[in-house]
């Protein structure tokens, strides 16, 4: 399969008598070759639109897959909500996307933030934790590694770390922040290390939203248990909303 997404509205009636061109999340997502990943972005705004169906909502990436944020503005009109699918702050949200807004003068968007960090992620992560470590009785239940994506911007770092805090308050347990590049510890090295300090079962939460590269490496980071990515979970798509909401408020 090509791994494109099909630039067409997901869900298209307006809600409350309010023109449907106010109505338009354009959720943007990294983008990835895996066709497995792109599938997971599908599904994810998929399930956005049926949490909302009087939005539109439609998808672009900023890369490696299309359409591209540029081909989605091209297709729209009016005023625009752009959610990024993203979990932390980073170029794709400090360039390439304003980037791509200036260069559409035809819509009036509102940009959202990043999706992380924010306890409804945690909530998502904890429920990926409880699937996995269900799946290998006996094997879970001590510290677990985040795994993420990873950057070497601190503020980056610091967001991860945040979500590591929430997490761990959510299950009660040691969340170790790591990332797959940048600066800082991997997750093979924080694995590692808690082995070494006498921590014999460990977890690895893969801090990503789908398959691809990342979620690949995270995998051969030696955890006893390993955790889906966080995909279309409908704590995830909820937030989504949230991002949303909160900036179309703005209007």
């Known amino acids: 399969m090509s791994g494109t997404v099909a630039a067409v509205p997901i ?7 309010l023109p449907a061109n106010r109505l338009q999340l ?24 049926g949490l909302r169906p009087e939005v539109d909502v439609r998808l672009a990436c900023v890369g490696l897959a299309a359409p591209s944020v540029t081909d989605a503005l091209g297709r729209l009109r009016g005023d625009v909500v752009v959610v990024p699918l993203l979990l932390g702050t980073g170029y794709h949200l400090r360039h390439d996307i304003p980037r791509a807004l ?25 429920g990926r934790l409880a699937e996995a470590e ?23 770092q610091a967001a991860v770390a945040g979500t590591a805090d929430l997490l761990s308050a959510r299950i009660g347990r040691p969340v170790v922040p790591a990332g797959l590049a940048g600066s800082g510890p991997t997750p093979a090295r924080a694995v590692a290390e808690l082995r070494a300090a006498g921590h014999e079962r460990v977890s690895v939460a893969r801090y990503l939203l789908g398959p691809g590269h ?12 390993l955790t889906e990515p966080l995909g279309a979970h409908e704590a995830v798509a909820r937030l989504v909303l949230r ?9």
Not at 105 to 114: G, H, I, K
């Open 243 to 251: 991002r949303y909401d909160e900036a179309a408020a703005t209007a």
């Open 26 to 49: 354009l959720a943007v997502a990294h983008g990835t070759r895996d066709e497995r990943g792109m599938a997971v972005m599908r599904e994810l705004v998929g399930r956005v639109a």
């Open 102 to 126: 200036e260069q559409a003068p035809w819509v009036r968007a509102r940009l959202a933030p990043a999706l992380g960090p924010d306890p409804l992620l945690a909530h998502a992560l904890a």
């Open 134 to 156: 269900a799946r290998r009785p006996g094997a879970g239940g001590g510290p677990v590694v985040l795994a993420a994506a990873g950057s070497a911007e601190p503020a980056a």
């Open 214 to 225: 990342f979620a690949r490496a995270a995998a051969g980071a030696g955890g006893c248990v």
């Open 11 to 17: 869900g298209r009636a307006p809600a409350r008598g």
